[in-house]
């Protein structure tokens, strides 16, 4: 994921960046951050796609963040657009274009992850990441890229989507506070979480997975499992119609 970051003013500019890499941090989410001077630098190297989310001052000598904001619009109509601004005199131009949000300058913290919470619940949760030691190294791993965590012994199995295991000494507990609050991920067994993302079906006893893995569903609870299974799959239909409806 790749942030863009446009201000004219340095010092607002340089507050900005601060804030959205503490952000970043924070909530372990993985993404560049890339700071521009004025519209023009920014729209030079531009390219639709190109980036997630883009903060734009409205205000800025030569091209306004509002003249940048129509062209991306004419080609791009993905990207999250938060404009930062001084005065709400020109809020209906700058939602006009399909902002999503607006931060009033200078960016206070609590403001700015308020409005990256927004952001990240209408993007999928590619980019968020755990890490963990596995022979004598350090391994960073994608959430999306879990498939599954079984207990062994004082051990974690882990299972990532590409079929790589890895077998950590770290209870259940202590790794998904490592990976933080996430909806995908959901316990089928004692000891036994999964990835929503990854299961391919489920059956009273058994979920399988798309790595062809099948794990054993704890029978009293299958009927909640499974339910949970398919609230889950209902509410990413969901937020994916909203939010394609909200881009049109």
Known sequence: MRIALIDDEAEYRALLEKTVRSYLSSRKIDASVESFADAESFMKGWEPLKYTIIFMDIYMPGMSGIEAAIRIREQDDSSILIFCTTS????????????????????????VDKVMDDAMHVLPQLQRYFTFEWESQKIRMLNADLVSITTNGHYLS???????????RMTMTELLAEIGEDERFLEINRGIVVNMEHITSMSGTRCVMANGKSLPIKVRNSTEIIQKWHDYCFNEIRANQSHMTERR
Do not use: N, T, W
């Open 88 to 111: 709400m005199d020109h809020m209906p131009d700058a939602f006009a274009c399909h902002a999503f949000d607006y931060v009033v300058k200078p960016a206070i913290q609590d403001r």
């Open 158 to 168: 882990l299972e990532d989507r590409l079929g790589h295991a890895y077998s950590i």
